[in-house]
């Protein structure tokens, strides 16, 4: 729900008052320079996170409370809220979930992730099961992250691949399994940085956390020693603890299942790629050779190859002339194709041996190989990349996150327009910036478009120098696409007219690194590695090895996995109902606090909020065929639901009948053709209460009747033990000998305002046994209405007030049992008793179910401090009142109840009722001692009830604070009787 604090804006956009893209801007920017930022913004269940780029403590347990089986409209804005969202409609409706997390590099997309995964790893199961797959979902974070992230110059964690993490659950809604797909790798940082980014955090994780048996096994130095570390002149990140991360690195390779000699052999590997970047070549002849032998050999010691094989697949190239038959030469590399040799081999080393992690957290995901029924994904891909000098890698991921936009676009402004006007719902179009026409530029089959364009290149290479091969492409291109709006090439370079901002490409590269295959010389090499992991990475092709010829077809590019894994990205989300977050990054200095209004203004554009905002704002929040709405809410109209069966008429009608018999607005439900559209996410959110509440009350019902059958031989020891707690020592009113004990007269389970009240004065878990309405003395002795509540810990008493026709409530006053020293009741037939207490005032009141307070008073006191607590009978009751005064009451026998006060003596006439020796034990009941306290009728959980009803049952004694007509005859003077106290043993 909104806020209507104007200092902080208003929590959902769409509620905003002037809808324009500098007002969302504006309500962005108030918000997260407030003293307390607020990250968190709803666009209806669209997630706004701007990054604070600090820990603001806004997770763990006791957020999770807040917001765990609440709707979002009850709580502030929060991931958490989102996050119970995917989990609750992924448990109640059966169906897979997925969250979509985007924005630019440095917005805060990955911890935004792993802020979901840790709030479902808390609110899920605990088996043992559960338990080892959370750990691993957990765990396998920092693994990945070391060696999928870096720091660039917008980010200091910045994911340098895309994952799309499904979390699958079992039929309880507990994680039973997962799989992590992995996309686009940026395996070119290996070998390069630009200045003031770092390489893929696992190596310097090793060079300051490793010991020093292997430091010295591995060779390892100072990072600037290491040429693929150096280039871009950044060795720590503020606020990173390399040594602490390579130990956590260590640990969730063992929870994930990698053993000790895997885990040995991996870090050879990521040794022996530092070692390999410090291979450097000079000119020899023709070709070239390695200038420094003992770089080589470390490199091949670590990669347990020999050297001479590893510097013959680096300086030269084995071509084979003619056909399959021909013959076979050895064509030498000059110093810079041998270097590209060299970066290659990394690359691919690096390239393979993440592919292998991934696919190991899968392995450990499915050990238990458990059914699952659904899933929640989530997708923490690459954000949108705007750098001075953009290449091929940054032309991908681009495109990828171009195909997010589209998919967004299409479910939230195009496909929701199109099935208003396809449902007949009355509707004015909205415009927005459709990305398609950028998409096909890249992707497109027909004409063909830039993946195609640079494929066709690459398979016509004939030559290791890519520069001819870049210039042809991009004279293909601007062949291809003459005059078109998104595309303009330019010398060496082109720029496309992206959703998210013009960027220009540098062509140098671009097919070299599109066709990403590596010599077979240098894959031999690796497949005689005597370190059985690293040939394992490198698998025999079996047709090779057998001899058989090889197949004459065009080997995958780097451009077409990542197309074909963008689409298979697209069919997986539209198997699941999409959840958002934007994310937006704040400024360029990753500086808290600090708020760029170009910087946010651009993204709040390219991320289409304003639009978004629109279509929200005339928009229905939601829409269900009218057979689902049905089903889920029939339960809400007697019209629909009931003991006769279900509803047998047309769904279109039962959705009618379900909204026209809860009073819904005209204005906020319409019927489609094959849906039934509601406006507002409140009237949603009422719809959800309103099941709950129903589905809660059908609960209480069950569970009254069945507690009611329990205690109902419960109930006859009470009777029994109050008749004889009661026998010889008071007489006894005649409508209360027979009262059956209820225990609960103010019908707790349907108050909830006051046990909202009553709860937070609990301390601990505390459980209701006695409700009623009472009548008390003030100090002037004028009676005052209470409510009153025994629980096993205390009394409590409330005032009540109505404000607007509904009951308001305040705590007066809780005495703790502990603190009750006895009870003390008159001898007549009259209703009042005393609690009394050295330690506090005395609490007397007066209620007709006094005979069953006391019998649970002295059960209560037995079972909380295992002490008796005494019953005692007399004519005259003195307590203590504020001020340290005492006052005082006198009973009297009468013919009629009056009450008079004389000075501190407050007379009580009291008609006569039943004998004192009369005997109300109910017949076949036997007091038992050794029974446990009472049970108790209304449990510790609050009821999901609105408003509160007036409170049925209990009251006072008619007539009490007022004389009674009687017969009409003179009242006689009060004699008092003779002061004889009495104590009943408390049995």
């Known amino acids: 729900m909104a806020s209507k604090n104007k200092a902080v804006g208003v929590d959902d956009m769409v509620m905003l008052r002037k809808v324009t893209e500098p007002a969302v801007v504006e309500n962005l920017k108030i918000r997260y320079t407030n003293s307390v930022p607020l990250i968190y913004t709803y666009i209806g269940p669209v997630l706004i996170a701007t990054n604070p780029y600090k820990d603001l403590h806004l997770t763990g347990e006791q957020f999770v409370k807040q917001y765990r089986g609440q709707f979002p409209h009850e709580n502030p804005p929060h991931i958490y809220a989102l996050a119970e969202e995917a989990y609750r409609a992924m448990k109640s409706d059966g169906t897979s979930q997925c969250v979509i997390i985007s924005g630019e590099s440095g917005a805060g997309k990955t911890e935004s992730a792993k802020i979901i995964m840790g709030y479902i790893s808390m609110v899920s199961g605990k088996s043992d099961k559960v338990e080892y797959v959370k750990r691993v979902i957990l765990d396998s974070n920092p693994l990945l992250e070391a060696f999928g992230n870096a720091k660039t110059l917008r980010n200091n964690n910045s ?96 929870t994930v299942g990698i053993d000790g000699n895997d885990q040995g052999a991996i870090m050879s590997l990521v040794a022996g790629i530092l070692h390999l970047g410090n291979v450097t070549f000079c000119a020899s002849g023709q070709g070239s050779q390695v200038a420094d032998a003992q770089a080589l050999e470390l490199a091949a010691s670590l990669l347990c190859v020999e050297p001479q094989m590893l510097t013959q697949a680096l ?50 995901l499915s050990m238990y190989k458990s059914p699952f029924r659904n899933v929640i994904g989530i997708l923490d891909i690459y954000g949108f990349e705007i750098f001075e000098n953009n290449g091929f890698e940054q032309f991908c991921i681009n ?8 998919y967004f676009i299409q479910l939230t402004l195009a496909a929701e327009q199109d099935e208003y006007i396809r449902e007949g719902i009355k509707w004015t179009p909205i415009d927005f910036f459709n990305n398609q026409v950028v998409c096909e530029l890249i992707e497109g089959a027909k004409p063909p478009g830039l993946f195609l364009l640079n494929d066709d290149i690459c398979a016509q290479m004939h030559a290791m120098s890519g520069g001819n091969t870049d210039e042809k492409f991009l004279e293909k291109a601007a062949g291809m696409f003459p005059g078109h709006k998104h595309f303009r090439p330019a010398g060496t ?12 490409y540098s062509i140098a590269g671009f097919t070299e690194k599109n066709k990403d295959t590596l010599f077979a010389d240098l894959v031999e090499v690796m497949q005689m590695s005597s370190l059985p992991f690293l040939a394992a990475l490198f ?95 029939k339960k809400l109209s007697k019209n629909t639901w009931g003991i006769w069966g279900d509803w047998n008429g047309s769904a279109l009608e039962g959705c009618r009948k379900i909204c026209t018999d809860l009073d819904l607005e005209p204005t906020q439900w319409q019927m489609g053709k094959s849906k039934i559209f509601i406006r507002h996410p409140e009237t949603l959110f009422h719809l959800e209460e309103l099941l709950e509440l129903h589905d809660r009350m059908c609960a209480v019902k069950i569970q ?70 009472i009548i008390k003395l003030n100090r002037r002795n004028k009676p005052e209405r209470r409510d009153f509540v025994l629980t096993t810990h205390a009394c409590y008493t409330f005032s009540r007030t109505v404000v607007n026709g509904e009951a308001e409530y305040k705590l007066s006053r809780r005495m703790p049992l502990g603190a009750v020293d006895g009870v003390e009741l008159s001898r007549l037939a009259d209703s009042w008793l005393c609690l009394r207490s050295q330690k506090e005032l005395d609490l007397l009141f007066e209620n007709d179910k006094k005979t069953e307070l006391v019998v ?127 104590a009943a043993p408390a049995q």
Request: a positive charge.
């Open 399 to 406: 495109y990828v996150n171009e195909k997010l936009q589209q």
């Open 856 to 982: 649970l008073l002295v059960e209560a006191v037995q079972a909380l401090a295992n002490r008796k607590l005494p019953v005692s009978f007399m004519d005259r009751i003195s307590f203590k009142v504020k001020g340290g005064d005492t006052r005082e009451l006198a009973f009297f026998p009468a013919s009629a109840t009056a009450m008079k006060k004389m000075g501190r003596v407050l007379q009580i006439c009291v008609p006569g009722g039943l004998p004192a020796s009369y005997d109300s034990t109910p017949a076949g009941a036997v007091p038992s001692a050794q029974r446990a306290a009472a049970t108790p009728v209304a449990r510790g959980a609050a009821p999901a009830t609105r408003g509160a009803p007036a409170v049925r049952g209990g009251g006072a004694v008619r007539g009490a604070g007022a004389p009674s007509a009687g017969t009409g005859r003179p009242l006689p003077v009060p004699q008092p009787a003779q002061q004889q106290p009495a």
């Open 315 to 364: 300086c030269y190239r084995v071509l084979q002339s003619g056909s399959a038959r021909g013959s076979t030469y050895n064509s030498p590399l000059n110093a810079e194709q041998a270097t590209g040799a060299r970066d290659a081999l990394a690359r691919e080393i690096y390239s393979r041996l993440f592919d292998w992690l991934v696919q190991k957290v899968n392995v450990a």
């Open 539 to 633: 698998p025999v092709d079996p047709a090779a090895a057998s001899g058989a010829p090889a197949q004459k077809k065009r080997p995958t590019t780097a451009g077409y996995k990542i197309k074909s894994s963008a689409q298979a990205l697209m069919q997986t989300l539209s198997g699941c109902n999409p959840h958002y977050i934007r994310c937006i990054k704040p400024n360029e200095n990753k500086r808290s606090g600090e708020w760029d209004d170009g910087r946010c203004q651009h993204q709040v554009k390219y991320l289409g909020l304003y639009e978004n905002v629109r279509v929200k704002r005339a928009g229905y929040a939601y829409r269900a065929p009218f057979d689902r709405f049905l089903e889920r809410y």
């Open 493 to 504: 370079r082109f720029t496309i007219v992206h959703y998210a901002g013009d960027v220009t």
């Open 159 to 254: 994911s340098r691949f895309g994952k799309y993490f499904e979390i699958q659950f079992d039929i309880a809604g507990d994680p039973c399994g997962g799989k992590i797909t992995n996309y686009l790798l940026e395996k070119s940082r290996v070998v390069y940085q630009q200045h003031g980014e770092r390489n893929f955090h696992i190596f310097y994780n090793l060079l300051s956390g490793a010991t020093q048996e292997e430091m010295d096994y591995y060779t390892l130095y100072e990072p600037h020693h290491f040429f693929y570390l150096k280039q871009g002149g950044c060795y720590q990140v503020e606020g990173v603890d390399d040594r602490t991360d390579y130990g956590l690195v260590r640990a969730a390779m063992t």
């Open 704 to 773: 009254k009747s069945w507690k009611q059958w329990q205690i109902q031989k419960k109930a006859l020891d009470q009777r029994a033990r109050a008749a004889q707690i009661m026998r010889g020592n008071k007489e006894r009113q005649r409508l209360s000998v027979d009262r059956k004990f209820t225990g609960d007269y103010m019908n707790l389970d349907y108050n909830r305002r006051l046990f909202d009240v009553l709860k937070a004065s609990f301390d601990g878990t505390e459980v209701v046994l006695f409700s009623d309405q």
